[in-house]
């Protein structure tokens, strides 16, 4: 999400390049300092993911780092970077 949001549990989503086998999140404040640990999901066939954090966010800004990685848990593309508000 670009913005800002009251959902302490925002859903986030993209598409990952061809030939991705995982996509990494981070979850950042904005001195681009862990938030909490990052996770792995793995996209669908057509490369889709999706990504529901299990525990809520405090009131933050956060910024939301999504990274294609290869089977041999290479970069594919550039970072993805969302910045927005938890309320």
């Known amino acids: ?3 800002v949001t009251t959902d302490r549990r925002p859903t986030l989503f993209g598409e990952a390049p061809a030939g991705a ?3 990494r ?3 950042l404040d904005l001195n681009r300092s862990a938030l909490r640990p ?3 999901v793995i996209p669908d066939a057509d490369g889709a993911w999706r ?3 299990k525990d809520p ?3 933050a800004q956060v910024s939301f780092v999504a990274t294609a990685r290869d089977s041999g848990g290479n970069p ?7 910045t927005g508000s938890v309320e």
Do not use: K
């Open 38 to 40: 990052a996770v792995v």
């Open 21 to 23: 086998a995982s996509v």
């Open 1 to 3: 999400f670009d913005g």
């Open 57 to 59: 966010f405090g009131e």
């Open 76 to 82: 594919l593309a550039a970072n993805v970077l969302t």
């Open 51 to 53: 990504h529901t954090p």
């Open 25 to 27: 999140l981070e979850f």
